[in-house]
Nanobody, 126 residues
Framework: QVQLAESGGGSVQAGGSLRLSCAASARNFNIMNVGWFRQAPGKEREIVVVIRWIGTATYIFDYADSVKGRFTASRDSAVGTVYLQMDLLAPEDTAVYFC????????????????WGQGTQVTVSS
């Protein structure tokens, strides 16, 4: 069983930054694919970035167009944590942010990920 725990959410003004963390309990987390998702009120959960494991601490990062150039994901294998650095935040980034993990799937379909964190709220005011 894999447990994920997000942290780092909060309230910021437009143009500000936040860094989210997703800490995992599983020893094999470093060879799992990870997705950062977000869900705004009344909207479907959407992908932010897919982090695909391709071998030996090597990952491919695939960002949604809406966050390219503003958000940067990273992984620290030593501590089994994934990060999402969010810069130039805008009100439309307001959502609950989730991290998800799966041993095999690495796409943008939320339903395909087996493990989820509880989410962390990000609120951006104009």
């Amino acid at each position: 069983q894999v447990q994920l725990a997000e942290s780092g959410g909060g309230s910021v003004q437009a143009g500000g930054s936040l860094r989210l963390s997703c800490a995992a309990s599983a020893r094999n987390f470093n060879i799992m694919n990870v997705g950062w998702f977000r869900q705004a009120p009344g909207k479907e959960r959407e992908i932010v970035v897919v982090i695909r494991w391709i071998g030996t601490a090597t990952y491919i990062f695939d960002y949604a167009d809406s966050v390219k150039g503003r958000f940067t994901a990273s992984r620290d294998s030593a501590v089994g944590t994934v990060y999402l650095q969010m810069d130039l935040l805008a009100p439309e980034d307001t959502a609950v942010y989730f991290c998800a993990a799966d041993q095999s799937y690495y796409g943008d379909r939320a339903s395909e990920y087996n493990y989820w964190g509880q989410g962390t709220q990000v609120t951006v005011s104009s």
